[in-house]
């Protein structure tokens, strides 16, 4: 089984809908980010939490929400979703104790299609 | 922006010859360089790492080099296999803060893709 995961793996929704993506966590891993991937853009961080009290904005957080609802666990949401919100999104955690190494883990990916 | 720049979409090498990948950045406070590999469907897996007081880290057949100076880095894979054949993303670090929590702040480039044939 893999140590971060993600639910579900793939979506098709429609403009408007809300959607929620689900991680969780087998590591033990105290910090845990949400990302997304874009063809050319690479990889861009939405949110981040370094533990159940803590969230934090990241570059690109408009149109998202998080909740961190308990250390393994940590879900981004889109209240409203929209085209532009298709994209493959990634779940990463990583150890407070690694101090600069910054090495993230990452889940599978879940595929996001709005139309 | 794009402070983390991989300028190279895409890469094709014959199996057993050398792989450079390559990477630029434009921050100056970034201090430790990563690179992950991403095969399809899953998520990217740390590679190799580097710090700035450093300009060349080796792990088996791969070598990470930094010019500072230039704001350059490079990943060398040899000899390269079909295995290998991946997107890979190059990350930036700088030191950032989080109410009052330090961390190392990571900035990916867009990623470039190897096709390694045998």
């Known amino acids: 089984d893999a140590d971060v995961t993600q639910t579900p793996r793939n979506r098709i929704t429609k403009t408007g809908k809300r959607i929620m993506l689900e991680c969780s966590q087998t590591?033990?891993?105290?910090?845990m980010y949400w990302y997304r991937q874009d063809p050319g853009l690479g990889l861009r961080l939405i949110y981040y939490?370094?533990?159940?009290?803590?969230?934090n904005k990241g570059e690109i957080s408009d149109g998202y929400s998080v909740s961190r609802q308990a250390q393994a666990k940590f879900s981004l949401s889109l209240e409203s979703a929209i085209p532009n919100q298709t994209a493959l999104y990634f779940c990463?955690?990583?150890?407070?104790?690694?101090?600069?190494?910054?090495?993230?883990?990452f889940g599978e990916g879940s595929r996001l299609t709005v139309l | 922006d794009q402070q983390v720049k991989q300028n190279s979409p895409s890469l094709s090498v014959q199996e057993g010859r050398i792989s450079i990948l390559n990477c630029d950045y434009t921050?100056?406070?970034?201090?430790?360089f990563l690179w992950y590999k991403k095969y399809p469907a899953e998520g990217p897996t740390f590679l190799i790492s580097?710090?700035?007081?450093?300009d060349k880290n080796e792990d088996g057949r791969f070598t990470v080099f930094l010019n500072k100076s230039a704001k350059h880095l490079s990943l060398h894979i040899v000899p390269s296999q079909p295995g290998d054949s991946a997107v890979y993303f190059c990350?930036?670090?700088?030191?950032?803060?989080?109410?009052?929590?330090?961390?190392?702040?990571?900035?990916f480039g867009q990623g470039t893709i190897l096709t390694v044939h045998p």
């Open positions: 990463a955690t990583s150890d407070t104790g690694q101090g600069r190494a910054g090495e993230l883990f």
């Open positions: 590591k033990g891993h105290d910090r």
């Open positions: 939490s370094f533990d159940v009290k803590d969230i």
């Open positions: 921050n100056s406070m970034f201090d430790y």
């Open positions: 580097i710090s700035s007081i450093k």
């Open positions: 990350a930036a670090s700088e030191w950032g803060n989080a109410g009052g929590t330090s961390y190392g702040k990571l900035t």
